[in-house]
């Protein structure tokens, strides 16, 4: 299978070095093409490509895969994805797999995250994606993340509908864990509300509360493996007949006025 892997966190991230060697000692051809720096939160921005048309990159080695030459990119994981869709590092991947994330990405949330945003961009051009997130700690076992998703290659590649499959996974050591599917919950990991705090600054406070039962963020604080398919742009099934009359109105409205004055 022709993986690219690619992360939010960058490109000197261990938790990208320990997707990469676990998808590579199951024997798929990974091309890991991962942000040159921290691009977290940039969902699935592509950075100011339409003004320059280029995408600057840099071959990179790191001791944790001293047999693989990673590509660093100047830009947010989108752009890493994008520009791999398009065959700017060989050949177009059969699947993306985004991550591991130091930290959960759950709830709505996930809508700004770059690591689920990095896999919604392979969506784009019909290519699955697995976007893995660890779960926050003073050390983390990248190991187990890394085998989950890495045992979700087949099962995904297999399915007709192409799709993101968010994977959220407790900081643990490797065990047997009970997966479950997740709902996605309304908000995330943390909840945020925004406090003025002093002039011209805007402070978030961030606040817990209890998720509901069934959600990625309960199921994922239970300490089991939270697994939720996305589809990242779809049309909305919804009757605009209405809309497009308004419209009509407004415009001959807005004639009649001009032409009044």
């Not at 939160?41 to 990673?70: C, D, K, N």
């Amino acid at each position: 299978m022709r993986v690219v892997v690619t992360n939010d966190d960058g490109v000197a991230s261990p938790g990208l070095h320990a997707l990469a060697r676990c998808l590579v000692d199951d024997g798929h051809e990974v091309t890991v093409v991962a942000p040159s720096s921290d691009y977290s939160g940039y969902s699935a921005a592509l950075g100011p490509l339409h003004v320059t048309g280029q995408i600057a990159f840099a071959p990179v080695r790191v001791a944790e895969l001293p047999a693989m030459e990673l590509i660093a990119v100047e830009g947010p994981p989108a752009l890493c994805v994008l520009a791999a869709c398009l065959g700017g590092f060989g050949a177009s991947p059969e699947l993306v797999v985004s991550g591991i994330n130091a930290g959960a990405n759950t709830g709505r949330a996930v809508l700004h995250s770059g690591t689920v945003g990095a896999a919604f961009t392979a969506n784009s051009f019909g290519v699955p994606g697995i976007a893995v997130s660890q779960a926050a700690g003073e050390t983390h076992h990248w190991e187990t993340a890394a085998v989950v998703a890495a045992g979700l290659v087949e099962w995904i590649t297999a399915q007709r509908d192409v799709f993101t499959l968010n994977v959220n996974v407790p900081n643990v050591h490797q065990r047997a864990i009970a997966a479950h599917a997740a709902m996605l919950d309304a908000g995330g990991e943390v909840q945020t509300g925004v406090i003025e705090a002093g002039e011209g600054v805007l402070q978030l406070k961030f606040a817990s509360s209890p998720p509901r039962p069934g959600t990625d963020t309960a199921i994922l604080a239970a300490g089991c493996i939270a697994i939720t398919p996305l589809h990242a742009v779809r049309p909305a099934e919804v009757a605009v007949d209405h809309a497009l009359v308004d419209i009509e109105n407004a415009l001959r409205s807005s004639s009649e006025h001009e032409r009044v004055a």
